[in-house]
Nanobody
Framework: QVQLVESGGGLVQAGGSLRLSCAVS????????IQWHRQAPGKERELVAG?????????LYADSVKGRFTISRDNSKNTAFLQMSSLKPEDTAVYYC?????????WGQGTQVTVSA
């Protein structure tokens, strides 16, 4: 059974930090690239960051989060992370992790991040 379980979301003041985790089971984690996406109320889901299956390539970041967010993964623990710093109210959204390999893709259920001004 495939599972991606995000955790680490919550309420934080602007300027604060959060670390999201995405724990994976049910498939071979180290063969899948991982992306973090987010969806704010009334907006489309957007790609925030991406990392290759072995974590050794150039990571991908949306312009809006470059220099503030860092994506990483620990293949020994089947877990991906999104370290978020200098958070802004506009970062408020549900954050989802996505595992991708070719045409195969799995999504987590999301975790809410709320940044207060």
């Amino acid at each position: 059974q495939v599972q991606l379980v995000e955790s680490g979301g919550g309420l934080v003041q602007a300027g604060g930090s959060l670390r999201l985790s995405c724990a994976v089971s049910g498939f071979t984690f180290n063969t899948y690239a991982i992306q973090w996406h987010r969806q704010a109320p009334g907006k489309e889901r957007e790609l925030v960051a991406g990392i290759s299956s072995n974590g050794n390539g150039n990571n991908l970041y949306a312009d809006s989060v470059k220099g503030r967010f860092t994506i990483s993964r620990d293949n020994s623990k089947n877990t991906a992370f999104l370290q978020m710093s200098s958070l802004k109210p506009e970062d408020t959204a549900v954050y989802y992790c996505k595992a991708i390999m070719g045409r195969s893709a799995y999504w987590g259920q999301g975790t809410q991040v709320t940044v207060s001004a």
